[in-house]
């Protein structure tokens, strides 16, 4: 899976413009880099000076590690740790193979990342590693989920006041500072429905399923909003798949499977 992540970070700062690749042993390149937290890095290619900032290394059973990077803006000269202090950032956070770094990169000084710099780290954190997040951001897991709670029950009520805006921001609330709540997530879609928002709705229960992968609400109600959506052939996908994934819904997956193919002959 992360080499997966390094492949597609890597494709995505290759195009734009920063270079990843490994150097040939040349001479010049036989002293390997090893990056640590803090690391500023450059590197020239075709007359552009790319710069990035080692915010964090994760060490992995297999031996090889991912290097959490903020990247800058190529410019034409060769940047310093001053110069960088006042040039554009490119990407907030990527998560890049640190064994990309060994050849062909330079490093011109070490600086404690600061908070600023961390934001897209922090981010990536908060939807990828909960735990680590609440660790890395010192904060209380019990007050954070506590919290969340208490929006999600604001939006339970103003839902079934008919006040279905207010409760879409406050189930946003909810998930915002807890996003593995995938009940505010289903929430929220199912509010979408009520008001027509199917893609926002298909939207929010797509990444319910990123959260818990056996919801069958969830996994039901993305093939209703493909089907209301005119989207037939991925809708009965959907209900084909959930026949045998929840066997104990399989009634409705079928029922609903049945009136989509009509549907598709229909035309």
């Given at each position: ?34 990056v640590?937290p ?29 290097a ?10 060769k ?133 818990n992968?056996?919801g ?6 993305r ?31 079928t ?13």
């Amino acid at each position: 899976m992360f080499r997966s992540v390094f492949t597609l970070c890597a494709a995505l700062l290759s195009a734009l413009g920063i270079s990843t690749a490994q150097a040939s042993d040349s001479p010049e390149n036989k002293r390997e880099l090893t990056v640590k937290p803090g690391d500023v890095i450059v590197n020239q290619d075709k007359g552009q000076w790319s710069a990035i900032k080692i915010l964090a290394v994760d060490q992995w059973p297999d031996g090889s590690s991912a290097a959490h990077c903020l990247t800058y803006k190529a410019v034409p000269t060769k940047p310093s740790l001053e110069s960088l202090q006042q040039a554009a950032v490119l990407v907030w956070h990527a998560p890049i193979d640190a064994a990309s770094f060994r050849k062909d990169w330079e490093l011109i000084g070490n600086q404690v990342p600061t908070k600023a710099e961390l934001v897209g780290f922090v981010e990536y954190l908060k939807l990828t590693d909960f735990p680590r997040y609440v660790a890395f951001t010192g904060q209380d897991s019990k007050e954070i989920v506590r919290n969340a709670n208490a929006h999600y029950q604001r939006a339970y009520a103003l839902g079934d006041q008919g006040k279905k805006k207010e409760a879409i921001a406050e189930y946003t609330e909810a998930i915002e500072l807890f996003p593995l709540f995938y009940e505010a997530i289903d929430n929220r879609a199912f509010t979408y429905m009520e008001l027509g928002m199917l893609r926002e709705a298909l939207r929010d229960f797509e990444q319910s399923l990123r959260v818990n992968p056996n919801g069958v609400s969830a996994f039901f109600s993305r093939g209703e909003c493909l089907m209301k959506l005119g989207d037939l052939k991925a809708a009965e996908s959907v209900f084909q798949e959930g026949q045998n994934r929840f066997p104990e819904q399989r009634a409705m997956f079928t029922k609903f499977l049945e009136q989509v193919r009509a549907l598709r002959r229909g035309g």
